[in-house]
Nanobody
Framework: DIKLVESGGGSVQAGGSLTLSCKAS????????MGWFRQTAGQEREAVAHVTSGGSAVYEDPVKGRFTIAQDNNAQILSLRMNDLKPEDSATYYCAADLGWPFCGGKVADFAYWGQGTQVAVSS
């Protein structure tokens, strides 16, 4: 079974930065499809960013220009650098993975494995 562990969440003021990290295990000889999602209480889980099978980063509109996703296939670590954080970015952030590579999507339904989440709180 695939285990995903997120880290790096915390509390920051608006305009600040945080870097989230997700470690996937066990090691694999193929490439995981991976992405970041976030969810607030009472809301559906929403996509933040994901990596395509070609290695390109895809960002949802609310985070474009502020967040940077990176996947280290050798270390099996997915990171999310979040700059210029806004109060509306406050949420529980989840790392997701799937074994469907190269058929990697960016929707909740495209991922079979999820981490426990790490909380991000942005104050104004």
């Amino acid at each position: 079974d695939i285990k995903l562990v997120e880290s790096g969440g915390g509390s920051v003021q608006a305009g600040g930065s945080l870097t989230l990290s997700c470690k996937a295990s066990p090691p694999t000889y193929s490439t995981y499809c991976m992405g970041w999602f976030r969810q607030t209480a009472g809301q559906e889980r929403e996509a933040v960013a994901h990596v395509t099978s070609g290695g390109s980063a895809v960002y949802e509109d609310p985070v474009k220009g502020r967040f940077t996703i990176a996947q280290d296939n050798n270390a099996q670590i997915l990171s999310l650098r979040m700059n210029d954080l806004k109060p509306e970015d406050s949420a529980t952030y989840y790392c997701a993975a799937d074994l469907g590579w190269p058929f990697c999507g960016g929707k909740v339904a495209d991922f079979a494995y999820w981490g426990q989440g790490t909380q991000v709180a942005v104050s104004s």
